[in-house]
């Protein structure tokens, strides 16, 4: 397994119109178990995106897809700034996605 923390700012008031491009650009990645957004619960321009991949070529290969394409040109406007916080192999816990 292949884990990615990531915290991206949003510009000012954009974070909501962020949210919505992520999530419904990021539905159908093969190999992805687990992409979560979440608001920072102090600051309302932060998301966190959280992911869990079976295998970093997994991650990858989603780069090359039309939809995580297009999904990222729409969203590259509306981000001030990102940092991939962590790299993580994940092993388990509470909502951790089974294996197929």
């Given at each position: 397994?292949?884990?990615?923390?990531?915290?991206?700012?949003?510009?000012?008031?954009?974070?909501?119109?962020?949210?919505q491009?992520?999530?419904?650009?990021?539905?159908?990645?093969?190999?992805?178990?687990?992409?979560?957004?979440?608001?920072?619960?102090?600051?309302?321009?932060?998301?966190?995106?959280?992911?869990?991949?079976?295998?970093?070529?997994?991650?990858?290969?989603?780069?090359?897809?039309?939809?995580?394409?297009?999904?990222?040109?729409?969203?590259?406007?509306?981000?001030?700034?990102?940092?991939?916080?962590?790299?993580?192999?994940p092993?388990?816990?509470?909502?951790?996605?089974?294996?197929?």
């Open positions: 397994m292949y884990g990615l923390i990531a915290k991206l700012t949003a510009v000012t008031g954009k974070r909501d119109e962020l949210i491009v992520l999530k419904e650009g990021t539905r159908n990645m093969p190999g992805c178990r687990s992409y979560i957004v979440a608001r920072d619960a102090v600051d309302e321009n932060i998301l966190w995106v959280t992911e869990i991949w079976d295998s970093e070529t997994s991650h990858d290969a989603s780069l090359s897809l039309p939809a995580v394409k297009d999904t990222m040109a729409q969203a590259k406007p509306l981000v001030a700034d990102f940092e991939k916080v962590a790299v993580t192999n092993v388990g816990g509470l909502g951790f996605p089974s294996s197929p």
